[in-house]
């Protein structure tokens, strides 16, 4: 573990874990929803198989390291939903609406407050 937390201290190192975690945990959602709504037979079990490892794998990665939970869990919620939005709209055809725009604007202000603020 000490070679992990050698590694993340590496400017960006966190940052780019993180998009790695939510990446993971994204195409793990996607992979039910297609299991779920959009296919049958092998083929839907194929994407439960595929959420079930995809989602481990993101379980493992978010917990590897050693950090502040709660700030980091407030910085991920941040990339996770730029990631959620990017993927909904490349895999899912689905576009993004004004409410969900200024309510992620929120979430992007919030995330910016619990990793910028010193107090």
Excluded: C
């Amino acid at each position: 573990m000490r070679f992990l937390d050698e590694i993340l201290a590496v400017p960006g190192t966190m940052f780019v874990l993180l998009v790695v975690a939510a990446t993971l945990e994204v195409l793990g959602d996607a992979f039910f929803q297609s299991a779920v709504h959009r296919s049958s037979g092998l083929w839907r079990w194929l994407f439960l198989a595929a959420g079930g490892g995809t989602l481990s794998l993101y379980g493992l990665v978010v917990n590897l390291p050693r950090w502040d939970f709660g700030k980091l869990l407030g910085v991920y919620v941040v990339v996770f939903f730029v990631v959620a939005q990017i993927v909904a709209k490349v895999r899912f055809n689905q576009p993004t609406s004004l409410p969900t725009l200024v309510g992620g604007s929120m979430i992007m202000v919030g995330g910016a407050v619990i990793a910028f603020w010193k107090g």
